[in-house]
């Protein structure tokens, strides 16, 4: 019988951390309890009792201590999904690791199977930002108009959905690829009203729709924008596979942007529970 070694526990702070909680100087008035996170914490524990996850779950707490901010964005946006599925009633253990690109987590939903590859983007939106402003300021004569901040960043958000379309290839069940793209780690960025990213919400929906059928074994894309302001819609043209929901400026504990396109191509498309699933974590 196999014997799993007992986890730690995690004290408030380390749970902040882990769960994206900003310091009360960064998010006053919005700032979650510690303590409820520490509760999100235990509940991953008390649901993921296989081998695989018990160790996948040790790695990713490990990578939380790393310097890369990559890391541990990573590690950060994989915990929380992982504790938002559970919340909504799926069952989700961890994926161990290996040399072959596999996704993090496997769901049953109804009694259904999916698969969930979670990817964080760490500085796509302060990259756009910057980019765009240097090309702004170089190509004012150019005839077709420079590349805009938002452009560039709808281009990466393509670009990473094209590059893990191609480590998910070989699944038969749903696959669901979910993107965080986090907030800038500065004191500016912090603000409800710094310099956002002005997105035109349908027209990236869009791009991602027409992007997906070239890419049929992914069933949707989830996505969690953080450092975006979304443009008032100037279409009244709504997409029936695409879910979306924008929060208030003031919420810095939350996304600004929340926003699910199911692949209306996809070899094994999500199922009515397991869509209704995705839907509610937005």
């Known amino acids: 019988m196999p014997r799993f070694k007992r986890h730690r526990r995690i004290n408030p702070h380390l749970a902040e951390r882990l769960f994206g909680v900003r310091t009360r100087s960064s998010t006053a008035g919005s700032r979650r309890p510690a303590e409820q996170m520490v509760g999100r914490w235990a509940l991953l524990q008390g649901h993921c009792q296989d081998h695989g996850s018990r160790s996948r779950l040790d790695r990713l707490i490990g990578r939380l201590e790393s310097r890369d901010r990559g890391v541990q964005e990573s590690a950060i ?3 929380e999904l992982a504790t938002l599925l559970l919340r909504a009633g799926a069952q989700v253990e961890f994926l161990s690791e290996s040399q072959a690109r596999t996704a993090d987590l496997e769901c049953q939903i109804a009694g259904e199977r999916c698969f969930v590859e979670v990817t964080a983007m760490v500085g796509t939106a302060d990259r756009a930002l910057r980019l765009g402003e240097a090309i702004l300021a170089e190509d004012l004569d150019a005839e077709e108009g420079p590349a805009s901040p938002e452009a560039i960043f709808r281009d990466a958000i393509l670009a990473r959905i094209r590059q893990k379309a191609k480590q998910l290839a070989d699944y038969c069940a749903p696959v669901v690829l979910a993107i965080s793209v986090p907030r800038v780690d500065d004191e500016r960025s912090r603000s409800p009203w710094s310099t956002k990213i002005e997105l035109d919400v349908r027209h ?11 890419a049929r074994h992914l069933s949707g894309v989830v996505l969690a924008l953080w450092d975006v302001e979304p443009l008032p819609a100037t279409s009244a043209v709504r997409l029936t596979n695409v879910s979306i929901v924008e929060r208030s400026r003031q919420q810095l504990a939350y996304p600004r942007l929340r926003m699910l396109v199911r692949n209306p191509s996809a070899r094994s498309p999500l199922s009515g529970a397991q869509t209704d699933i995705f839907r509610g974590l937005l």
């Open 204 to 214: 990236l929906a869009g791009s991602i729709s027409m992007l997906l059928p070239h």
């Open 77 to 79: 946006a994989e915990l």
